[in-house]
Antibody, heavy 121, light 108 residues
Framework: QVQLQESGPGLVKPSETLSLTCTVSGGSISGYYWSWIRQPPGKGLEWIGFIYYSGRTNYNPSLNSRVTISVDTSKNQISLKLTSVNAADTAVYYC???????????????WGQGTAVTVSS | SYVLTQPPSVSVAPGKTARITCGENYIGSKSVHWYQQKPGQAPVLVIFYDSDRPSGIPERFSGSNSGNTATLTISRVEAGDEADYYCQVWDSSSDHYVFGTGTKVTVL
C-alpha cells in the first residue's frame, strides 16, 4: 500500500524559501502524477502544482513565479520549493498522488498526512 | 481560472439526506471529484468522475453533474459523515486542478 510522508522545517522566516519533501513508500513514483496542495489554518484547499515522474510540471498561476516542484526517482521523493514566503503562506502542506497511471485529472486517491509550516520571524 | 462555489455549511439530521452543491458555469462539461476531510486529517477521495466511488466508500455517497451544478449526495447520514467536503475539477484547457470553496456538513 502506497504511503506518502511530508517532511521539512515547521518554521520559516519571511522572505526566505520554504522547502518540503514528500517521500513515497510502498510503491514507485514512476508512472504517476504527484501534486502539492496546501490549506491555511481554518481555510480551504489550494492546489499548488503537479509533477510527472518524467519531470513535467505545471503550477497554480497564483504561485507560478515562486514555486518549483521537482522529483528524485532514485530516492522516491518529490520536493516543493516556495520562495519569498510571507505570512499568507502559513498552511498545512500535503502531497498527493493522482489516481490513474500516466494521466492527470482523475482525482487524488493517496494523500500524505500533511506537514504544518508557519511563516514568522 | 475560475471559482467553484459551494455553500459554506449544510446541516442534516441522522438518517436523512444531505446534498452539497458545487457551482460553476458549464461544470457539467467537466469531470468533478469530491473529497471528505475530517478535522486534523488529510482529505479522502469519496467520488471521482462525477459519480464513481473508490473502493471502500459506502454506497450512501453518490454524485451527479449537469449544467452549472455538480452535487454530492449523502444518503442515510450518520454521525461519522460530519466533515468538510470539497469538490474539485480538472481544467484541461490550462492543465490545472481547482478546488471548491468547501462545505461543512453538520449532523444534528
Amino acid at each position: 500500500q502506497v504511503q506518502l510522508q511530508e517532511s521539512g522545517p515547521g518554521l520559516v522566516k519571511p522572505s526566505e524559501t520554504l522547502s518540503l519533501t514528500c517521500t513515497v513508500s510502498g510503491g514507485s513514483i514512476s508512472g504517476y502524477y504527484w501534486s502539492w496542495i496546501r490549506q491555511p489554518p481554518g481555510k480551504g484547499l489550494e492546489w499548488i502544482g503537479f509533477i510527472y515522474y518524467s519531470g513535467r510540471t505545471n503550477y497554480n498561476p497564483s504561485l507560478n513565479s515562486r514555486v518549483t516542484i521537482s522529483v528524485d526517482t532514485s530516492k522516491n521523493q518529490i520536493s516543493l520549493k516556495l520562495t519569498s514566503v510571507n505570512a499568507a503562506d502559513t498552511a498545512v502542506y500535503y502531497c498527493a498522488r493522482d489516481r490513474v497511471t500516466a494521466a492527470v485529472g482523475a482525482g487524488m486517491d493517496v494523500w500524505g498526512q500533511g506537514t504544518a509550516v508557519t511563516v514568522s520571524s | 481560472s475560475y471559482v467553484l462555489t459551494q455553500p459554506p455549511s449544510v446541516s442534516v439530521a441522522p438518517g436523512k439526506t444531505a446534498r452539497i452543491t458545487c457551482g460553476e458555469n458549464y461544470i457539467g462539461s467537466k469531470s468533478v471529484h469530491w473529497y471528505q476531510q475530517k478535522p486534523g486529517q488529510a482529505p479522502v477521495l469519496v467520488i471521482f468522475y462525477d459519480s464513481d466511488r473508490p473502493s471502500g466508500i459506502p454506497e450512501r455517497f453518490s454524485g451527479s453533474n449537469s449544467g452549472n451544478t455538480a452535487t454530492l449526495t449523502i444518503s442515510r447520514v450518520e454521525a461519522g459523515d460530519e466533515a468538510d467536503y470539497y469538490c474539485q475539477v480538472w481544467d484541461s484547457s490550462s492543465d490545472h486542478y481547482v478546488f471548491g470553496t468547501g462545505t461543512k456538513v453538520t449532523v444534528l
